[in-house]
């Protein structure tokens, strides 16, 4: 069935300032600038900034651990937390997420253990967790990968008449890869229920976004494909969670798929083996630490009295409570059985694959039994 003019999904170009509720400055927008738009309830707010400021607490720990070398790596999301937190909340328990290698605090916020999380950084399973229990993805780190496979998954829903929608977290480098283009087209003409959100945090590694591309946005990319994109502050949690909720809600009523470009900044470099005063000024970093998305909701809470202090002791608490748990999950040696090398590689084990595995057993055998294997 070919998609007709009224089935197409409206090309226009998003608007040129990035759509914001409430500023940097902590204030409310002014109500003639949210385009239509209400900030969510005080409630939904609170959770926001609740789960910022673990999520935040939880990402310096893993940072500190990497550093003492107890993970091989990680990509830090400091600074992007109001683009990953205000979309998981979007979310309902039904959706799934694909996401990339730095979008840790998402998947951690998807209820994912520690230990499963971090296990393929620490150098053990790529992904320690059951996907399907989660409704989350592996992280994928292959870049721009991951919107193929949502987009895959959303259109095999959509045709089992499944009322779901998947988002696919997506970097700025990403987008300059052919299976983003790919999986663009692809949810643009199937009207796939996906939602791409594109965490613009400036870098791809050490390439700035002047050098990526000519647009004046990233969000401009989907008027080519007949997808409503939207340009929102990426720092902002709840010009983000209200932009994408109307997305994900749009693509499970069958309205198709959104690109929603976040403006944001990676505070951190982009893993621990990167030097960003390489590529970037420390000036440049000073003036992005002033638009901090957890100190912006923060204030506007406070103005708000829906915040004191005791709420946040209780919430520095929950962080102090969630690193801890956390380097005890990391402290703790993993089990490793490495017969499970060959699971999961054929649906029915070559000749070749049960040669090996079977050389590598009586290796063990020999071994457990104190003898030596030369």
């Known amino acids: 069935m070919s998609l007709t003019e009224e089935t197409r999904a409206p090309a226009v170009l998003p608007d040129a300032e990035a759509f914001s ?16 738009y209400d900030l969510p309830d005080i409630d939904v707010l609170k959770e926001l900034y609740r789960r910022m400021v673990i999520a935040r607490r939880w990402d310096t720990q893993v940072t500190a651990l990497t550093r003492q070398g107890r993970l091989s790596t990680y990509p830090s999301a400091r600074g992007q937390e109001a683009s990953e937190i205000g979309t998981v909340a979007a979310m309902q ?48 780190t292959p870049l721009a990968t991951q919107t193929l496979h949502a987009v895959g998954f959303a259109t095999a829903a959509k045709l089992k008449n499944d009322p779901i929608a998947t988002v696919a977290f997506i970097g700025d480098g990403a987008t300059s890869e052919g299976d983003a283009h790919e999986g663009f087209n692809f949810a643009g003409v199937w009207q796939a229920p996906t939602v791409f959100v594109i965490q613009n945090n400036q870098y791809a590694i050490s390439v700035p976004i002047a050098k990526q591309t000519r647009a004046r946005m990233l969000a401009d990319r989907a008027v080519g494909y007949g997808i409503p994109g939207y340009h929102v502050d990426g720092n902002d949690a709840a010009a983000v969670y209200t932009i994408v909720s109307e997305a994900l809600e749009r693509a499970r009523s069958g309205g198709g798929p959104t690109i929603i470009e976040c403006l944001t900044y990676r ?29 912006r909701l923060e204030k506007y809470l406070t103005a708000q009295d829906a915040i004191d202090d005791a709420l946040r002791e209780e919430i520095a608490k929950e962080s102090e409570d969630a ?41 063990l055998d020999e071994i457990s039994d104190g003898g030596r294997v030369n």
């Not at 509720?21 to 385009?35: N, S, T, Y």
């Not at 951190?268 to 100190?295: C, F, G, L, M, Q």
């Open 93 to 140: 328990d039904t959706d799934w997420l694909f996401p990339t290698y730095r979008d840790s605090i998402a998947v951690w916020s998807r209820g994912v253990p520690t230990a499963e999380l971090l296990s393929g950084f620490r150098g053990d399973w790529h992904c320690g967790w059951d996907p399907n229990e989660h409704r989350t993805a592996p992280q994928a």
């Open 323 to 363: 690193a801890a748990a956390m380097r005890d999950a990391m402290n703790a040696e993993p089990a490793l059985d490495p017969m499970e090398l060959f699971e999961h590689v054929y649906n029915a084990p070559r000749p070749a694959l049960l040669e090996q595995r079977n050389a590598l057993k009586a290796e």
């Open 21 to 36: 509720l409430i500023d940097a400055g902590g204030a409310a927008v002014p109500e003639k600038q949210r385009r239509g």
């Open 267 to 295: 505070m951190e470099p982009h893993t621990n083996s990167d030097d960003p005063s390489r590529y970037r000024d420390a000036e440049d970093v000073a003036a992005w630490k002033d638009k901090d998305p957890i100190d």
